[in-house]
C-alpha cells in the first residue's frame, strides 16, 4: 500500500504486481519447506501464462487501460488485473533480464513510495534501469490486446556446415526472441534476436554461449538466420524455453531433426 496506484484506473498495477509477488515468494517458501507438502515446480507461472492465454484467446479480452468499472464482465477485469498484470512484470524479464527486473522492482518502489505511479513512470523505471527502450512493450501490452505467437517456420541445411533457420511471427505483437539450439553432442548455443525497437541487448543470463543475431523489426512477419554447425549436428531448435514469453501457441516453437537425417 505504500505505492498509491489508482487501482480502478490501473488495477494491473496494483493487483498484477501483487500477484507476481506472491508466486515468487510462495515459491521462495516452497524451496525452504515452509509451505507444508508443497514442493517448488519447475515453472511456477505457467498456470498464470495459461490463464492469461485462454483470455486472450476467449474473444472477451480487453485492455489493460480499461477503466475497472467499464469492463463487459468481471472475467474480463478480473484475469486482466490479477493475471495479465502479473505475467506483465514476469514477460518484462524476458525482455530486460532476471537481474535487471529484480533491481528495476526496488528502484521502482524506492523512487515511488508515498506518490502515485502511473504505467508511464512504471516503464521509465525498468528503462533507466537496463538502458532499453521500452515503450513499445507498454503500448502494445498494456493499450492494446494484441497477441504473441511466433514459430518455427522452416529449418533448411544449406551444404555441409550451414543451416538457415525461418521464425515466422503469427500475431501481431513482436517481441525480442532467445532461440536455444541443442546439438547432437548435447551442447547448446543461443541465438538472441533483439528487437530494433529495444534500442540495445538484455544482459546475458546464463552460461549457455549467445551469439547476438542482427536486430529484427516489429514490421516483419519473418527472420531469417544462418546457423554454422562447427560443433556438432542440430538436434533441437526451440524459442524461448523458459517459457517467460506469452506465446499463444508452444507447439511450433520447438524443432527437432529427423532421428534418420
Excluded at 58 to 65: A, D, K, Q, R, V
Excluded at 188 to 199: I, K, S, T, V
Amino acid at each position: 500500500m505504500l505505492l498509491g496506484t489508482n487501482e480502478s484506473l490501473h488495477a494491473w498495477m496494483d493487483e498484477g504486481f501483487t500477484s507476481y509477488a506472491e508466486t515468487i515468494v510462495e515459491e521462495q517458501l516452497a524451496a525452504e519447506g515452509l509451505m507444508g507438502t508443497r514442493k517448488p515446480v519447475a515453472n511456477p507461472f505457467a498456470d498464470t501464462y495459461a490463464a492469461y492465454q485462454k483470455l486472450a484467446l476467449s474473444g472477451y479480452e480487453e485492455p489493460l487501460t480499461t477503466h475497472a468499472d467499464r469492463f463487459s464482465m468481471n472475467y474480463a477485469y478480473g484475469t486482466a488485473a490479477y493475471i495479465k498484470g502479473s505475467v506483465f512484470l514476469h514477460q518484462l524479464e524476458y525482455i530486460i533480464g532476471k537481474e535487471n527486473l529484480a533491481a528495476g522492482l526496488l528502484r521502482y518502489f524506492d523512487t515511488w513510495k508515498f506518490k502515485h505511479p502511473n504505467p508511464n513512470d512504471c516503464i521509465r523505471i525498468f528503462e533507466k534501469q537496463s538502458g532499453l527502450e521500452l515503450d513499445w512493450y507498454k503500448e502494445d501490452f498494456v493499450h492494446t490486446t494484441n497477441s504473441i505467437d511466433y514459430g518455427i517456420q522452416s529449418v533448411e541445411k544449406d551444404g555441409r556446415r550451414s543451416t538457415t533457420v525461418v521464425i515466422e511471427r503469427k500475431e501481431r505483437m513482436a517481441m525480442p526472441l532467445d532461440i536455444v539450439v541443442t546439438y547432437a553432442n548435447g551442447k547448446q548455443e543461443l541465438f538472441y534476436a533483439p528487437l530494433e525497437r529495444m534500442r540495445g541487448n538484455k544482459p546475458v543470463e546464463s552460461d549457455i554461449p549467445r551469439t547476438i543475431l542482427p536486430d529484427h523489426r516489429w514490421v516483419d512477419s519473418t527472420y531469417t538466420f544462418e546457423i554454422s554447425e562447427r560443433l556438432s549436428r542440430i538436434a533441437r531448435i526451440e524459442i524461448d524455453p523458459t517459457r517467460r514469453m506469452a506465446d499463444m501457441e508452444l507447439e511450433d516453437n520447438v524443432w527437432v531433426t529427423d532421428a534418420e537425417d
